[in-house]
Nanobody, 115 residues
């Protein structure tokens, strides 16, 4: 059973940075395209970005392009989300899982951008 444990969230001022981690287990991590998602209060969950198997290619939502970077460490079965130049509208609970798979969501990690 695939499992996802997100961490690294917190309260940060606008313009600040955070680096989120997602530790995974229960599947062949290196073979899968991984994705980060987020859900803001009162809004639907949205895709933030993806990283392909091998880690050489990644894609991003337009709203975070140029500010966020996704990476992965296949030796640790972990995917990362480096978030820079954070804005109040980035406030959300952030999740990771395999893209396009009907995995059970982890608990997520709360990111709050506020002065």
């Amino acid at each position: 059973q695939p499992q996802f444990v997100e961490s690294g969230g917190g309260l940060v001022q606008p313009g600040g940075s955070l680096n989120l981690s997602c530790a995974t287990s229960g599947f062949g991590f290196r073979s899968y395209k991984m994705a980060w998602y987020r859900q803001a209060p009162g809004k639907e969950r949205e895709l933030v970005g993806t990283v392909y198997s091998g880690g050489q290619y990644s894609t991003y939502a337009e709203s975070v392009e140029g500010r966020f970077a996704i990476s992965r460490d296949d030796t640790k079965n972990t995917v990362y989300l480096q978030m820079n130049s954070l804005k109040p509208e980035d406030t959300a609970v952030y999740y990771c899982k395999r893209e396009r798979w009907n995995d059970t969501w982890g608990q997520g990690t709360q990111v709050t951008v506020s002065s």
